[in-house]
């Protein structure tokens, strides 16, 4: 089971991606990268309480997470849901504003996140 710095550390990672191939022109590559990055955020969320959907649920695993950050936390569940309407949206000979989004959005949840007394030690801790 990860702990949530684990998923912070891919979150970021995953944000490194999704900037690199917005600066590309992938932006379905971006959409892909930023859902990613913030099934991270829940989950590091979600790790902080104790809970592994990837490792309890495995085959339920998303309906979960998305059930848990529902009860858990509006703001990020009302995110998740604007990510996911932008994701369907980007495509091939899109001018990048809805990856652009996506990648705005993602950025200030993680700042919002890192500014969380009970989760900014968990970024302390990363290199």
Known sequence: MAPPEWHIRFALEMLNLAEKALAAGNYATVASAVLKAFEEIIDAY?????????????????????????????????????????????GLGEDGSKANKMVD???????????????????????
């Open 46 to 90: 979600a790790a902080k309480q104790g809970l592994h959907f990837h490792d309890q649920y495995q085959n339920e695993g998303s309906e979960k997470r998305i059930d848990w950050i529902k009860q858990n936390n509006a703001e990020i569940f009302q995110e998740w849901n604007i990510l996911l309407s932008e994701h369907c949206e980007v």
């Open 105 to 127: 959005l993602l950025r200030d949840s993680l700042q919002k996140m890192q500014s969380n007394k009970e989760m900014q030690t968990f970024f302390d801790t990363l290199d």
